[in-house]
């Protein structure tokens, strides 16, 4: 079925979450949708505050994430939460859905959950995310909370999104070379072990904190390596606590605004791209380049020359 877009803007400036649910498959499905509704927006007097999650998988990042909730909903604080999930390579689906940890929320409407699909995007995240988060503050959450696909090396993304990451390890062997590898030690505002009732928790908490002493930083946050177990409601105070020190910190030394600022550059080249990229394919539609495309899959022309060819047409708009 398809909805009014006026009608559905127009719902989720007056607070209405089936406007919400619905915007946000639109920017999912239609990815020129962004820059038809931005501007008709309304932008909330308070600015959400954006937790990002990540780490490998099976780190416990879904069972932490509902614990946040359950804390950050006893402040009274309003929680958009975006699970993303691995895509199916065949329906570009989410594969793993809901997530059934969270659903005890699912009769809060000061909750908001919803998982997506990667969609095979490298950086762990959905290239609707960054879209998505601004409904969301359209909506009026508090925080909003975005965990991640575990895909390791790539899964560094996040950093450009939140205000606020949280790295989340298990004391299995090599999480504390992942953590190097992966280049997480460079991203991560606050560090948790979790599942710390097992062994090698204590090792990996030391070897985290030492990497941490050897990062050259101009910042004099100090970051915190916390031990957690989430299954059993531990440590979760001690980091919701470190979330609201390190807005507190950056708000304070401007740090915050700054960062957003930066990320708004960012977010510029990304949707510059996004918008390239459906011009372009709007532009393959044409039979001049249709047949320029023929030639080249024919072997007729270079495929180098193809593209000389169609880069013309969309420089000149005709």
């Known amino acids: 079925m398809k909805y009014n877009e006026n009608d559905l803007i127009n719902g989720i400036n007056s607070g209405s979450r089936v406007s919400l649910s619905r915007l ?3 920017v999912e499905s239609d990815k020129s949708a962004i820059f038809r509704i931005s501007n008709l927006l309304k932008k909330k007097p308070k600015s959400t505050y954006v ?7 099976g780190a416990g990042k879904s069972t932490l994430t509902n614990r946040l909730i359950q804390k950050f909903r006893s402040k009274k604080l309003s929680i958009g939460v975006l699970a993303v999930d691995p895509s199916s390579p065949f329906t570009g689906g989410a594969v793993l859905g809901d997530r059934i940890r969270m659903q005890e929320h ?12 990667s969609r095979g995007d490298l950086g762990g995240l959905s290239n609707s995310t960054s879209a998505i988060i601004k409904l969301f503050d359209s909506f009026g959450m508090d925080i909003v909370i975005i965990e991640t696909v575990g895909v390791g090396q790539t899964e560094l993304d996040i950093i450009k999104i939140s205000d606020c990451v ?30 710390a009732d097992r062994g090698g928790a204590d090792k990996l908490a030391r070897e985290i904190d030492y990497m941490i002493s050897l990062k050259h930083t101009n910042s004099s946050w100090s970051t915190k390596v916390i031990l957690a177990e989430a299954e059993n409601n531990v440590g979760i105070d001690e980091i919701v606590q470190q979330i609201e020190s390190f807005k507190s910190y950056e708000e304070q030394n401007k740090l915050l605004e700054v960062k957003r600022n930066k990320r708004k550059i960012t977010e510029i080249e990304s949707l510059l791209l996004q918008k390239v990229k459906l011009e372009v394919e709007e532009l393959k539609k044409r039979e001049e380049i249709i047949n320029i495309i023929s030639d080249a899959s024919s072997g007729k022309i270079k495929t180098e020359e193809a593209v000389n060819l169609i880069f013309k047409f969309f420089k000149n708009g005709s």
């Open 24 to 26: 946000i498959s639109l």
């Open 51 to 57: 937790v990002g999650i990540t780490g490998p998988p």
């Open 106 to 117: 699912a009769l809060d409407d000061q909750v908001f959950i919803r998982s997506i699909g």
């Open 166 to 195: 949280l790295v989340t390890l298990v004391p299995e062997a090599g999480d504390g070379v992942q953590a190097m590898k992966a280049g997480l030690m460079e991203i991560g505002d606050v560090f948790i072990v979790n599942k």
